[in-house]
């Protein structure tokens, strides 16, 4: 990235955190939480404290960070080294993206850049660079508005699971945009506080229907079952009141695949066993696309496209070296091919943090 590209997201980022400080969600017990950032153009700094809101804020400004991040677990002395730090306990936190979610969108819209010459196209990467020859190719993936929903979907599933099979009050289920292409939910649920990475990953493995495997009565009066029953074997008995499948022996692990695939979430268990992970604080910037980690009240009423912008919408000079089209806002961008366009500063982040292109002077 350029001087002037990094300046000016510096300057965006700055601005956004003086004006909109009250965006910022400070989590519980911020005393004893463990806080990092990536400065644009830097490294991951970690291992930091803050004693209140007017101290994070004022660090927020002062370094105008490309992201923020904060621990999901609780520490005696949040600031030390990690095996001294004391754990107390950490949140229960789900991850879902877009990119995990299976979609047939995904291959009309996937397509790479070289890290070279900066060329781009749409499909699957090629072995070598066209234009520069060169093999530094990388697969970029992007998303629209099926995979969206279908990310939502897979959110839905979640929260039932907790609510239905774990007895998790929807007031304990804090659930965000992570400011890229998936949600965050954040359980705090004293039960689960204390949990290790081994319980939590059953816990994972149980939503996502690893290893499950059910039995089908053929008598079972299902309609009556489907009220009665509870878990795995309640969404089993709704599936079969609306299937013609028959289910011998040796269909059940077919059957039992079938009902995982539309009623598992498919959450990342590698980010709900880690007890120790500082994640993208609620509130904040996402360093590649300057979307805000918000929280979602309503899955359904949310647009991911529009909600989560928040920079604003003066217009400024950037030459784009590839990008497919994209929405944000309610306003459809590109597709751009080594392209100088005037466009919002929401969108010329949206495309320069993640270097596809240069802000130019002027
Ligand atoms: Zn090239
Ligand atoms: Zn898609």
Redesign the pocket.
């Known amino acids: 990235m350029d001087e002037s590209t990094l300046t000016f997201l510096r300057r965006v980022y700055r601005g956004h955190y003086f004006k909109h400080h009250d965006l910022v969600e400070i989590p519980s017990q911020i005393q004893a939480r463990e806080f990092g950032y990536i400065p644009f153009g830097g490294g991951m700094i970690r291992h930091l404290s803050f004693k209140n809101r007017g101290e994070l804020v004022a660090e927020l400004v002062k370094q105008a960070p490309s992201s923020v991040y904060c621990s999901n677990a609780t520490y005696e002395r949040p600031t030390l080294q990690m095996d001294e730090k004391g754990w107390l306990g950490a949140d229960l936190i789900f991850d879902i993206d877009a990119d995990s979610i299976p979609t047939p969108c995904k291959a009309k819209h996937k397509w790479w850049r ?6 781009g196209g749409m499909g699957a990467k090629p072995s070598k ?6 093999s ?2 990388e697969q970029v993936q992007w998303s629209c508005e099926e995979c969206l929903n279908a990310t939502k979907e897979h959110v839905k599933r979640l929260t039932d699971f907790l609510m239905a099979d774990f007895g998790v009050s929807q007031q304990r289920i804090r659930l965000y945009f992570s400011g890229n292409r998936g949600y965050h939910a954040h359980v705090q649920d004293e039960r689960f506080a204390k949990a290790d990475p081994q319980m939590r990953a059953e816990v994972a493995n149980y939503i996502r229907g690893i290893g499950l495997s059910l039995r089908f009565a053929p008598q079972d009066n299902k309609a009556a079952d489907a009220e009665n029953s509870m878990g795995w074997r309640r969404r089993s008995d709704l599936f079969m009141m609306t299937t013609t499948s028959t289910y011998g022996k040796r269909q059940a692990q077919k059957l039992t695949d079938q009902i995982v695939v539309v009623n598992a979430a498919l959450i990342d268990e590698s980010v709900t066993t880690d007890i120790h992970r500082v994640f993208r604080m609620p509130g904040t910037l996402h360093g590649n696309s300057g979307l805000l980690k918000m929280r979602v009240e309503s899955i359904d009423d949310f647009d991911p496209e529009k909600d989560p912008v928040v920079l604003s919408d003066e217009k400024v000079k950037v030459h784009v070296d590839f990008s497919p089209g994209f929405s944000l806002n309610g306003v459809k961008f590109g597709p751009y091919d080594s392209s100088t366009v005037q466009i919002p500063i929401y969108a010329a982040v949206f495309l320069t943090a993640r270097g596809l292109g240069e802000v130019l002077a002027g």
């Open positions: 070289c890290t070279a010459c900066k060329k660079c066209p234009r520069c020859r060169s530094a190719l």
